[in-house]
């Protein structure tokens, strides 16, 4: 049986009872690590597991599954995703080739940033469609995800905004350039073992000031208003799933979070949500309690938003 196990948002106790079965009587056991992290290292994990895990990197599960999938039709195989296998379109790929391999398949679900981002107060009856929201460079900045905001905005939707987080970049040249010999060396001597002379840069993550900045950068191109810094409020979260003592809500105008220091919004990963006109005035009082300027935050709610609030 090839498993595939979400585990869930925050740490290793996350895993349902379910999931923990089938972990235990896998003869291996593959943590996908490059769509979404948890919030604690591998090792926490196999400890409480009680499992070995082998690292699949991109390439290994996108383009080398057979190695996963190896034995699965008689052997219990299982791979571990973070959040809810499902909350990434990856894992339909991997899916559809232990089919094609006639391996039975078994998905293990759990609490995914899609559901979780209800934590924000936003009802996620009104929610539109997730976009995802890459790293821009000087000569790529893709920006298909202002189509799908703007057609959510139109309906007056939300939109869950995934930020870009680059944990396994491979870039030799960069490497050698820009990491200290230290680094470069436990990265070089990490990697050659198993797969060649692959180098990788240090993870990278998007922040929220970072990630407003793009939305602000594509709607000064297009200019239809569907991204007002003053009129559009949005509410960041940060870690969400991880308890008080990590998660982080913050809720404002774009032009309120893009003041803010990246501090504020607390570690990764982080999401944006961009709340749409069809606003309940639940959503507005619930969320209130995130506001950077609660005064503002209601303002532009009953006057831009039209929401009916005391
Ligand atoms: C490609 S999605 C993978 C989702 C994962 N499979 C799931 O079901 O939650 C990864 C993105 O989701 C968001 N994300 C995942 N976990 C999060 C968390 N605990 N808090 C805030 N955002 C999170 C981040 O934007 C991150 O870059």
Redesign the pocket.
């Known amino acids: 049986m090839f498993y595939i196990i979400?585990l869930g948002?925050?740490d290793e106790s996350d895993v349902t009872v379910r999931g923990l079965n089938a972990i235990k009587n896998s003869s291996r056991v593959y943590l996908e690590a490059y769509?979404?992290i948890l919030m604690v290292e591998k090792d926490r994990l196999e400890a409480f597991y009680g499992r070995e895990l082998i690292l699949a990197d991109r390439d290994v599960v996108e383009t080398q599954s057979d190695e996963i999938l190896h034995n699965a039709d008689t052997e219990d195989v299982s791979l571990l995703?973070?959040?809810?296998?499902f909350?990434?379109t990856t894992h339909t790929d991997i899916i559809l080739r232990a089919r094609a391999l006639k391996i039975p398949t078994r998905v293990i679900h759990n609490a995914?940033?899609?559901n979780?981002v209800g934590a924000s107060g936003l009802q996620l009856y009104n929610f539109g469609q997730t976009v995802?929201l890459v790293f821009f460079t000087e000569t790529w900045k893709p920006d298909s995800f202002y189509d799908r905001i703007k057609e959510n905005a139109d309906l007056g939707l939300h939109t869950l905004v995934?930020?870009?987080?680059k944990v396994k970049e491979q870039s030799e040249e960069n490497l050698a350039r820009q990491v200290p010999p230290y680094l470069f060396e436990a990265t070089f001597s990490l990697t050659l073992g198993h797969r060649g002379r692959k180098i990788y840069e240090p993870p990278r993550y998007m922040n929220i000031p970072q990630a407003v900045s793009q939305l602000i950068e594509i709607e000064s191109l297009r200019r239809t208003g569907t991204l007002d810094p003053e009129k559009t409020l949005a509410v960041a979260?940060?870690?969400?799933?991880?308890g008080s003592q990590h998660q982080r809500i913050v809720a404002g105008t774009l032009a309120n979070l893009s003041k803010q220091a990246p501090e504020v919004f607390g570690e990764p990963?982080?999401?944006l949500v961009i709340v749409g006109k069809r606003l309940h005035h639940l959503e507005v009082e619930y969320a209130e309690d995130f506001a950077v300027d609660k005064g503002n935050w209601r303002d532009v709610a009953s006057k831009v938003y039209g929401c009916a609030l005391d």
Not at 81 to 85: E, H, I, K, L, Y
Not at 162 to 165: F, K
């Open positions: 979400g948002l925050c769509t979404s995703v973070v959040g809810d296998p909350g990434a995914s940033i899609m979780a995802s995934l930020l870009d987080i979260l940060s870690r969400v799933g991880g990963l982080h999401s």
